[in-house]
């Protein structure tokens, strides 16, 4: 019988947890479907990690975050991409959910030639509201890399429009005879991107222009406003109680619950509404449970998964299992379901067992 390579599990575990973050906020409820496509796109990177390989995941955030959304692409688009919609629409490997990626078929010769202009086109107009204020800082650049590492694009065309300098709105090659459901998703993602840190009125006559040149109506342009600030606080609730879930449960251990609670807060909220989170995780002090969270069933799972692989980022010991599951329990009676925490703990342990279990399995014994 053939022996097993060496592996270090711990670091692959570590990674599969952070990767599972991300999936948790990517979908905005807790999917195993989504969480077991996205760790088979990424067993390439749990392998190196677990061979003794560097780190690939948190402690590089840029990388690791644009690896996850390449990864994720034939699953479906994170809910914060501003260009959501769009991508899901554009996609070279759009359409496929869960399992259902690993089938899809190539596209066609046609189909590429589409989605490389007409993504070219979203990214642009991304690029063009976030620069209408007359600055085009680092985390915007990073958000219109993540748009691009999205959609699947060739290597060729994502090197460009990651690095090439934003126009203005009035100067993008729309036309009126747009697709009228593409047009609309690139207003509503222009209107999204721009009220992610706090609407400047000139990113938003930068979005109107852009409605305006695609031949939206000015109806039609209000809907598209109306349905980005439906989508600005769809996760709110969510990343607000995810870290408060790390937070409580790893009260003793600090630097893990503030790795964690950065980065959720960092996925799951805007930065309009991220500013006062990441300031009580610097402050530090007690998370109270005061019941001051209302989620729905599926925010509520979400926020108990991601404070559960957060709790198992470190391979705690049977002991200390007990005593975060325990935090975990109370937190999860303060959101309105003391079931809801166990369950979460056995989605979350059958998955990662599932995905490390792989990583010990010999190749063709």
Known sequence: ???????????????????????????????????????????????????GGGDLGLASWEPWLLALCTAIAPIAPPRWLPMADAVENLSLERGARGVRALFTTKPSEREVARVRSLGALSVRTLGSVLAASGTFP?????LRATVVASLGLPEEDRQRLTTEAPV??????????????????LVAGGFLAAMSDGLDPREEQAVIAIGRKAGLTSEAV??????????????????????????????????????????????????????????????????????KHRLDRKHREAALAIGWVAALHADPTATRRAVLARRHDQVAADLGDAEAGALARGEIDRHLDRHLGELLEVPGA
């Open 1 to 51: 019988m053939q022996a097993a390579p060496p592996v270090a599990l711990g670091p692959a575990l570590a990674l599969l947890c952070e990767d599972a973050l991300f999936g948790l906020t990517a979908a905005a409820r807790l999917d195993l479907d989504v969480l077991g496509a996205l760790a088979r796109r990424r067993v390439g990177a749990l392998r190196t990690v677990a061979s």
């Open 138 to 142: 680092a985390e915007s650049k990073l």
């Open 168 to 185: 203005d709105a009035e100067l993008l090659p729309i036309t009126g005879d747009l697709d009228g459901a593409i047009a609309r998703s």
């Open 222 to 291: 209000a809907e598209a406003r109306a349905e980005a600030r439906k989508a600005l606080d769809f996760t709110k609730g969510l990343g607000e109680a995810a870290v408060d879930v790390i937070r409580y449960v790893l009260a003793d251990a600090v630097p893990e619950a503030e790795l964690f609670a950065v980065a959720a807060a960092r996925l799951a909220l805007p930065a309009v509404h991220r500013r006062d989170v990441l300031t009580a995780i610097n402050v530090g002090g007690p998370v109270l449970l005061s019941r």
